[in-house]
């Protein structure tokens, strides 16, 4: 076989599954009959099939993966491979999903900020209260704006389903095998009540993140401009409370703050890049404050099962983040006016305030379509400030959207399913009059308001060709904003004005899928081709010098396979694999035609995941998985500009249900004590973001339900 063959044929062979329910299994699930949420899919629970790829990680399968890492990038990872890999940083920039920045949820409440991202959204709440995570993969325009490479919902705990009392004590410890300073601690309760119509679930985190070390033991670098996990402290308070009326209606109050916060007792020693030495750290105070993340997420949901024949959705939710990054004395703070050498530091500030409300209703037509028809409404406030001067980077700038939708479900055959849909939305940013930081010239910019409109369809269609195999294809337009604040920052020409200002305009990406699915007894797979196209794109490049990436519009063109498939040869015993290949490539000298590779912070490599669970008694089980991410070079405009070199890893745990005495689980990360470069690091850092990844790393995790 041809060599340029065999990963489409490895691709084919694995195929992509919905692994079955082994017990202890800690693999996701991706059967379009999966039950999902309406948080994430806005449509009631299908009775069929849906046109995309959706991956469910439950209970099980996220407690099984934090055994072996605490960094939920790590976790998603390991069980959704078009995701890239994790920085183990605080920070998911370059952590895409098919090539573009996911939406993140938490109860379908927004955690991103299009304004101005600071790529802090994947670490607003503690993982203890985290019940399941619903992935959507691929553009879409089901939750609006920011959806660019897919939703990714975190969906919380829940109460008790029956009168009671439940509560779920859980404390961890980890340690490298080599290297100082390692140790992490934590421990979390909840508790969840049910009595008659009143139902409640409360619970608190508290976490001590130690540092991190590579597998020669040498301590890794920290982040101190983006922020780190490592050197941290967190807590998290989390409330959930409902009431059902007669008639099965229902109201739900859920509120969540999340701290997380450097100590800021180490600091960063350069590495180098072109000697292969990593960037590694010393016990001495980081100037000016820590890094940290402070997030309130709050939502107020209503439901009536029973309205007009139809079921009642509606959402009231709010969210603020404030998320400071370390300081430097970076070109970029520089201003003669506050002195020689300028230290500063910025803090992003983002409140979001929203509205959904839908109404569904099944069983027409012969009980042969259900319909959808909603409107969302939603307002984001972002500002930038620099917090040792006062001196504002970002603007205070507002983004007012509302968006009604219809969406529908109609089998005109017994074994096929059409889910078609349109949703139009109106959008308006406003920005203030303002002046940019001297590094940029000082240049005021004239303020103004931009205005968007713009309907996205979809589609998508399933045909069940037996019962165990269909076929599947789906076109879905998505939209999101540019890093609004990254390029208004950026502006040094004189004379600009927000309302002619290009680099404004929104990014709309077409996303097109088909694939085919076997459900078999023993034996499940799937496989799909997607693309996902945009002529105005929005790809993050980076400042080296400054210490800060900036947006580049440029057309992009990205496509990749992806597939999975599980095994269970016999009960007990469940083999996983998946494997997904991303190609993206953009227009750099602005022709109208690609020419140049995505980079690592806008493309996951070529990515393999096998797994092997077994369940070896009612006491014992066991899980080993391995992850080879596949080596790659970068071009621009034909010239090499980065390689990746690849690196294989492998993880593991052991669990011991011993009843009365809790479960314990033993889980090792780095199972080989493999020395490997992130992979951001290596083809978009430089010698002071040449960030190593984790050595060796032993875990002890102990939980007691009762």
């Known amino acids: 076989m041809p060599s340029s063959a065999r990963p489409l044929a490895l691709a084919l062979t694995l195929a992509l599954a919905a692994p079955l329910h082994a017990a202890d299994a800690p693999q996701a699930t991706t059967l379009e009959r999966v039950e999902v949420s309406e948080s994430t899919l806005r449509l009631p629970r299908s009775q069929g099939a849906l046109p995309m790829t959706i991956t469910v990680i439950d209970h099980q399968d996220l407690a099984n993966q934090l055994a072996i890492t605490p960094d939920l990038g790590d976790a998603i990872g390991a069980l959704v491979p078009s995701f890239a890999p994790s920085t183990q940083k605080l920070s998911v920039r370059g952590q895409t999903l098919r090539g573009r920045n996911p939406l993140y949820m938490i109860d379908g409440v927004p955690q991103s900020s299009p304004l101005r991202n600071g790529s802090r959204d994947g670490y ?37 389903a029956r009168d009671g009392v439940r509560q779920e004590v859980t404390l961890d410890a980890s340690a490298p095998t080599q290297g100082a300073d390692g140790l992490g601690y934590g421990g979390a309760w909840l508790i969840g009540a049910r009595s008659g119509a009143f139902d409640l679930v409360t619970g608190a985190s508290w976490r001590e993140r130690g540092m991190y070390s590579d597998a020669h033991g040498r301590l890794i670098g920290v982040d101190g401009t983006q922020g780190d996990l490592m050197d941290s402290t967190s807590r998290d308070g989390f409330a959930k409370l409902g009431y059902t009326f007669v008639g099965e209606r229902r109201l739900q109050l859920t509120a969540n703050r999340f701290d997380l916060e450097g100590n800021g007792d180490y600091t960063a020693v350069s590495g180098d890049m072109d000697a292969g030495i990593p960037t590694t750290s010393v016990h001495q105070k980081q100037p000016g404050l820590a890094p940290r993340n402070r997030v309130l997420t709050t939502s107020l949901d209503y439901r009536d099962p029973h309205l007009a024949e139809g079921e009642l959705r509606a959402q009231l939710y709010h969210q603020r983040n404030r998320e400071l990054f370390g300081g430097g004395t970076f070109g970029t703070f520089q201003d003669p006016a506050y002195g020689p050498l300028v230290f500063d530091q910025s803090q992003n500030e983002s409140v979001k305030d929203g509205a959904r409300l839908s109404w569904s209703r099944r069983g027409l037509l012969d009980d042969t379509l259900t319909v959808l028809a909603g409107a969302d409404g939603y307002r984001d406030r972002t500002h930038q400030s620099l917090a040792q001067t006062g001196r504002d980077w970002v603007p205070e700038s507002t983004y007012t959207g509302w968006a009604p939708f219809l969406q529908a479900e109609y089998w005109p ?41 713009k309907t996205l369809p979809n589609i998508g269609a399933v045909w069940y060709l037996t019962d165990a195999l269909n076929l599947f294809a789906s076109y879905a337009e998505g939209y999101t904003l540019p890093d609004v604040g990254r390029v208004l920052r950026a ?31 023993v034996f499940n797979a799937r496989v799909s081709y997607w693309t996902s196209t945009s002529k105005l794109g929005a790809l993050l490049v980076f400042d080296a010098p400054n210490q800060v990436y900036n947006v580049a519009r440029q057309r992009t063109e990205i496509s990749g396979w992806e597939a999975r498939a599980g095994w269970t040869p ?50 014992l089980s066991s899980y080993l998985q391995l992850s080879r991410l ?53 083809t978009v850092g430089d010698d002071d973001s040449y960030f190593a990844g984790r050595g060796r790393t032993v875990s002890l995790t102990w939980q007691q339900v009762f």
């Not at 020419?595 to 008694?617: E, H, V, Y």
């Open 124 to 160: 607003t709440i503690d993982t203890a209260m985290i019940e399941r995570i619903e992935i959507v993969e691929g553009s879409n325009s089901l939750q609006g704006l920011g959806a660019a490479g897919g939703i990714i919902n975190i969906i919380t705990k829940h109460a008790p």
């Open 413 to 453: 055959l017994q074994a096929l399913s059409i889910n078609a849909g349109l949703r139009q939305e109106h959008g308006r940013l406003e920005v203030p009059t303002f002046r940019t930081l001297a590094s940029y010239g000082g240049v005021t910019v004239e303020g103004g308001s931009r205005s968007f409109k």
């Open 491 to 521: 502006i040094s020409v004189p004379g600009q004005r927000v309302n002619e200002f290009l680099d404004l305009k929104p990014v709309v990406s077409d996303n097109r899928e088909v694939g085919a699915e076997y459900a078999g007894a």
């Open 570 to 619: 016999r009960e007990g015993t469940r083999i996983d694999a998946s494997y997904a290949i991303n190609h993206g490539r953009s227009d750099r000298n602005g022709d109208g035609q690609v020419d140049s590779d995505l980079d690592g912070a806008n493309i996951a490599p070529n990515r393999l995941n096998l797994s092997w669970t077994q369940r070896w008694n009612d006491a």
């Open 630 to 682: 596949a080596s790659r070079g970068f071009a621009t405009l034909g010239r090499r500009t980065a390689h990746f070199d690849g690196y294989v890893t492998a993880d593991a745990y052991v669990k011991w249900q011993a009843g009365a005495a809790g479960d314990w689980t033993l889980g090792v990360q780095n199972l080989a004590n493999r020395q490997y470069i992130n992979y951001v690091s290596q």
